[in-house]
């Protein structure tokens, strides 16, 4: 990504006897003191939200929401398997789901506009993007006529099911419906793209406004089809939920980690998690990541033998530094808070580096390099 640094500045916390509401606690007192002292003109939503992963992913499609604005992605399923357009019924019938969201006063796009945002969401992933302008000439919604309706899909669906939809997105006339079909993770990322990106094109998000937001209740394990095993979300060390536990046993997929990040207007600016601190807990973890016991024993069994002597419950959070400076500055990338930042191709351009080195200077530092 454009926005990335193979350098950057982190600030890592790391605490003894505590739980994950102290080190929450804790940051939300930080970043409000030093946003009140630093840029007293902004303005914080307080207490800090918080979502779960899960209910972030379905309401914004990305587990960094910007809430400074709506458009809140939707479950149309019911309603579009209701309808006779065969694509909705298709996909329904496969398992998959339709939503959609609402893209305020935008239902006088052109055809190229709408053809660029269906483009935008097939090179996303998803098959293609179905539309629905409510025409501006209804007062509201209950005097919305199917005249008044354009789309492709209109002729497949009731006045009533276009109106249900649209009350579902909480639209009114003169809005553009925006529909994806497919399998569920995948249109919730797609329509979480788009809802970024019709965010900034129609200037939704408050300039001075901060939402700082935390994303709770990850999953602790996700299953790699590449490799054929369990990986860790986070880090191999991260706790699960207390009441999870006996889940690592029986239904590993539904295991709950103690792993929370910061976000603020889009950006992921911190992350950290409750640490593991018994050995019978983490050598079972470890046995799920793919790890045998000579292996745990090998790489692990220093520390795994420090837990057997009572290692306290510990945590932390690494917050990235650059990226708060560059909210805080009113930039878009963190190249703008960096002295020396690098190019996509990781060189700095100012001083030419990585560059060749002679004989010379590894002599120097006693380096030698050796042909295999």
């Not at 329509?191 to 129609?202: I, S, V, Y």
């Amino acid at each position: 990504r454009t926005d990335r640094q193979p350098e950057f500045t982190q600030l890592d916390l790391e605490m003894s006897f505590i739980d994950k509401e102290d080190i929450l606690n804790l940051i939300e007192e930080l970043f409000t003191a030093m946003v009140e002292t630093i840029k007293p003109d902004l303005r914080l939503i307080k207490p800090f939200p918080r979502l779960s992963y899960a209910e972030a992913m379905e309401r914004y499609g990305t587990d960094k929401p910007d809430l400074r604005f709506g458009i809140e992605i939707r479950d149309l399923s019911d309603i579009a398997a209701e309808t006779d357009f065969s694509v909705f019924r298709s996909v329904i019938s496969q398992g998959g789901k339709v939503k959609g969201i609402c893209a305020p006063g935008c239902a006088s796009y052109t055809r190229q506009q709408l053809d660029e945002l269906n483009r935008t969401v097939q090179e996303l992933g998803a098959k293609g993007l179905t539309t629905i302008a409510l025409g501006t000439s209804a007062g509201s919604l209950n005097d919305l006529t199917i005249e008044m309706v354009k789309s492709v899909a209109a002729k497949y669906l009731t006045l009533d099911q276009i109106k249900d939809m649209a009350k579902r997105l909480e639209a009114k006339p003169g809005d553009l419906l925006l529909i994806v079909a497919g399998e569920p993770d995948l249109i919730n990322t797609v329509l979480g793209e788009l809802r970024q990106a019709m965010g900034h094109r129609l200037k939704l998000a408050e300039s001075n406004l901060f939402t700082f937001a935390y994303i709770l209740d990850f999953p602790l394990l996700r299953q790699s089809e590449e490799a054929g095993r369990w990986e860790s979300e986070h880090h191999p060390f991260t706790a699960a939920w207390d009441e999870d536990v006996p889940l690592l046993d029986t239904a590993p997929e539904t295991v709950r980690g103690k792993h929370y990040d910061l976000v603020c207007n889009g950006y992921e600016i911190g992350g950290g998690s409750i640490r593991i601190h018994t050995a019978e807990i983490q050598r079972k973890v470890f046995r799920l990541l793919g790890y045998s016991d000579e292996e745990i024993d090998d790489r692990f069994g220093h520390m795994l033998e420090a837990f057997e002597y009572g290692a306290p419950p510990h945590g932390g959070i690494a917050l990235g530094l650059d990226r708060i400076v560059m909210l805080l500055a009113g930039e878009e990338t963190i190249r703008e808070v960096i002295a020396f930042p690098k190019n996509q191709n990781a060189v700095d351009l100012t001083v030419n580096a990585p560059a060749s080195v002679t004989e010379e200077q590894l002599a120097e530092l006693h380096i030698r390099l050796r042909d295999e």
